[in-house]
């Protein structure tokens, strides 16, 4: 990133991070200091932590190659510590980059599986978002009674739908470049048969899981304002923060847009801005947190677990 964008992208980031301090109820932050439950927390960080496990295995299965799940598990670790940290998403190139440095792994193969991983992940997050809005009663249930049987169909029959429309774009690939062509290919392999069942079943129980591990960390931190928080509403609230991370204003860290997400969402149902607020912001730095403190070791521990295979 150019010297001019990312002082660009530091003062969007100031700014938003200004308004949020300016908005918060600083009380929800002296509440859970001083009344969270550690033992909870910590389970809520080994629940996330399992979601990282569960996204090494789905590599492994979506680049069909012997990579050992340790070696996975690192990359993991320092590409969500990436894609945290770096505005625009710019943290999703090192995923092909230590694929290449230490597993030998073509661009073509790393890329698509990177691609066919968040179509995976958009599936299983908008299914179990639209599950969240029906199960938290927002206005339209009948439409949402609808949408959501028609959602997961997509959600599952996805792999036959994408393996039709490949060789479909393949004259065109052809004509384009034979890396595209190459990139396409790797898509009809990766996404057919066995291989896209289990990534998508994967899918889900990693945001089932992710969800999880966020209803524990939420809860510490809205009960002691006596909001009745519940799994379903967690899904709701957070999804709506974890689509704004693809947003081009994505922020340094995220600032700003990924408390938006959740503010807007928690406030429509019927949480105060102030705690709204300071809850996102809360809940956001301790996301971040985490990632850090499985980001850094494995940042250590890579050239060791990822040798070249």
């Not at 995923?95 to 030998?104: A, E, I, Q, T």
């Amino acid at each position: 990133m150019k010297g001019k964008s990312l002082t660009l992208v530091a003062l969007i980031t100031l700014v938003l991070l200004g308004i949020i301090l300016s908005q918060m109820d600083y009380r929800v932050i002296v509440l859970f200091l001083k009344r969270a439950s550690l033992p909870l927390i910590l389970l809520s960080f080994v629940t996330y932590t399992a979601t990282y496990l569960l996204r090494a295995v789905r590599w492994r299965i979506l680049l069909g190659l012997p990579l050992s799940i340790p070696s996975l598990f690192h990359i993991v670790c320092l590409h969500t510590l990436a894609n945290n940290l770096f505005p625009f998403r710019t943290g999703e190139l090192t995923f092909p980059y230590f694929l290449d440095r230490f597993h030998r792994v073509q661009l073509s193969s790393s890329l698509s599986s990177l691609f066919l991983a968040r179509v995976s992940d958009m599936l299983a997050l908008g299914s179990l978002f639209l599950v969240g809005l029906a199960a938290v009663g927002f206005p339209g249930e009948k439409t949402l009674a609808l949408a959501i049987p028609a959602f997961m169909a997509v959600l599952f029959f996805s792999p036959w739908i994408l393996a039709k429309l490949f060789p479909l774009l393949t004259p065109i690939l052809k004509r384009s470049s034979s890396k595209m062509e190459t990139f396409s290919q790797e898509l009809q392999e990766q996404w057919k048969g066995k291989r896209a069942i289990m990534a998508n079943l994967l899918s889900l129980a990693i945001w089932a899981t992710k969800f999880l591990a966020f209803f524990l960390l939420a809860q510490e931190m809205t009960k002691p304002l006596g909001y009745p928080l519940n799994y379903w509403k967690v899904v709701v609230g957070t999804s709506a923060s974890e689509l704004t991370t693809v947003l081009p204003i994505h922020s340094i860290g995220g600032v700003g847009t990924y408390e938006a997400g959740w503010t807007g969402a928690f406030i429509l149902m019927g949480m105060g801005k102030g705690e709204a607020v300071a809850t996102a912001f809360l809940f956001h730095m301790t996301l971040l947190l985490f990632s850090v403190i499985l980001g850094l070791p494995s940042y250590i521990m890579i050239p060791w677990r990822g040798k070249r295979e």
